[in-house]
């Protein structure tokens, strides 16, 4: 059964750094895409970045690049979002997603409606 579970959210004041954790059992890490996703009160959910399953591959929305920075570690089955510099409006409920299809070894797809498990989330608030 496949299932995924975020940790690490909380409070930092802008600018400072968070780093998230997806602990995942039920499936092969290394044959799935990995993907992080937010959603802000009242906002549609949004992608932030994916790991491709084959060569670990990363990628990131805009808004993120050079601020976040994802990571696997295959060994554990588990997956982390290292956040930097946050911002305001980085508060949201994060989430990660994964898709074994075994389609997308070589890139991800940072588009919530492509992946079929997701984890519950975790509270992400950027505040003074």
């Known amino acids: 059964q496949v299932q995924l579970v975020e940790s690490g959210g909380g409070l930092v004041q802008p600018g400072g750094s968070l780093r998230l954790s997806c602990a995942a059992s039920?499936?092969?890490?290394?044959?799935?895409?990995i993907g992080w996703f937010r959603q802000a009160p009242g906002k549609e959910r949004e992608g932030v970045s994916c790991?491709?399953?084959?060569?670990?591959?990363?990628y990131y929305v805009d808004s993120v690049k050079g601020r976040f920075t994802m990571s696997r570690d295959n060994a554990k089955n588990t997956v982390y979002l290292q956040m930097n510099s946050l911002k305001p409006e980085d508060t949201a409920v994060y989430y990660c997603?994964?898709?074994?299809?075994?389609?997308?070894?070589?890139?991800?797809?940072?588009?919530?409606?492509?992946?079929?498990?997701w984890g519950r989330g975790t509270q992400v608030t950027v505040s003074s």
């Open positions: 790991v491709s399953s084959s060569d670990g591959g990363t």
């Open positions: 997603a994964t898709d074994v299809s075994g389609h997308f070894r070589s890139w991800c797809p940072i588009s919530p409606g492509v992946y079929g498990y």
């Open positions: 039920g499936f092969f890490l290394d044959l799935a895409a």
